[in-house]
């Protein structure tokens, strides 16, 4: 292996140490809590982030240079696409905007006392709309801003590549024909559920189920479209499908599909997907699967699905340093594949120099899996048998077990471990020399307090602990990303902060 997350880790080092590293160490408790109040001390410290969420230094070297030769005192964003500028302003009532389109990037200005300055950052973070950062590293350096540029290999037809290994993992209901490549996986489920709203008003069905408390981004996009175009109902209990059950029983001819994971993020939980595809079929009902937390290599889902939704950022960019998405159409599915071309002209795809270095590492991405796999089910078994962990959720809890095995088979979790510790969690944290840091799925273990980066304003409120806790979701959860060191080192890392 390249890199290694045990060890010490300063503010705002990015991880691996490569120009487009997906993540940045946060190691203090205060270091969260400065990150989301968006102290300008922390911030300082921290010259890049987690794509999306914060934004890359390239990138914002490039729209300052285009500021110059456009409107200076303005908030810049730079854009894959026109037609998601376009969106953006209208949906939120953008005045004032000034936007200068090239080939492969549109550019918005507002002013800085727009009001909506707030819900455009929002909408690029949850929907993945933004330029690639190797692109930005492009424009610098073709306009003699920057000293040197990333080296990349020289690879034919990157894309095929990518997709191949993709569809091969989903199994012989996917070729590489039925997969699309996104810049990253919000973005792709944004482009499939926008398209899926789209299609469903035609159809007069307007109610979508979220099954299961699933990951920010999609919550968010979700509840994007909720009004006027359509209401979502919320169902966070996947272990009763009773409650799913009566819900088709009541409103089975309104409701347009079905969104989950498998397992869900962050507790990994399993529920009946067979019995819910039959209650789609039954209703006509979408049903849209994200395996990501495991991998679709493990959880073999797609023949249930009529659209996969997966981050190729976990797992296949197992070096962390890219972002990428995909959306598999499995050929059994006629509703799936009625969406495909609609979805296709909403997706920002991947740039090009993504796909180069996806592609080069896209070739170890089975061996990866099956590497972290079994590290995984050694972790799996300390952290159970530790006197201090008091709640373990990860692929083979007991709840789970029947639904998850019937699809996975045995000993294959994926790399995602989530616990939580009896005594205090700040000393916990604040001692635990491992990255910590958002995203997962790569060759070095990273332990993520997962609902302070996610959801930290429900932490905040009495309210928002309440609709945690209904959801069986502990502010303290540490989600762990069990990576490719020897499993004796990881576990004494965490024992050592665990004492």
Known sequence: MKTSGLGRFTLGQPVPARPHAVCVSLPHLNDLIGYEEKD???LAAMPTGYPRFVRHTMITRMIDHL??????????YLFTKRSDCDKVIERYQVKHAHVHEEESWTFLQIPKDCQSHS???????????GISSRLAEDYLWNHGLLENREVLSEINEPSSLIKDTIAEAHGPEVDREDILLASSG?????????????QAKGSGKSIWIRWGWLYLDTIEVMNLYNSPEGKVIELNEVQNIELITSLFRELGEQIAGVITEFPTNPLLQAGDLEKVKQLCIKHN?????DPTMVSPKNAKITSLADVVVNSLTKYAGWEGDVMMGSLAFPKSSTLGKNLFEQTKSKICPPYSRDLVRMAEQIPFYNDFIKRSNASAM???????KHPKVTKLHWAYQEKNLKHYHNFAGPDCPGCNLSFEIEGDFQTFYNR???LKSPSFGTEFSNCCPYVYLAHYQMIKSQQGRGILEEAGISPYLMRLSVGLEPVEHITQTIDDALQ
């Open 186 to 198: 919000a973005n792709a489920f944004h482009a499939l559920f926008h398209t899926a709203v789209d």
């Open 119 to 129: 819900n455009v950052t929002s909408h690029f973070q949850h929907t993945g709309c």
């Open 378 to 384: 050694r972790v799996a078994e300390y952290l159970q």
């Open 432 to 434: 635990l020399q491992m």
């Open 67 to 76: 500021s110059l030769n456009h409107k200076e005192n303005h908030h810049g």
């Open 40 to 42: 300008p001390k922390t």
């Open 285 to 289: 009902a979408l049903l849209v699967i």
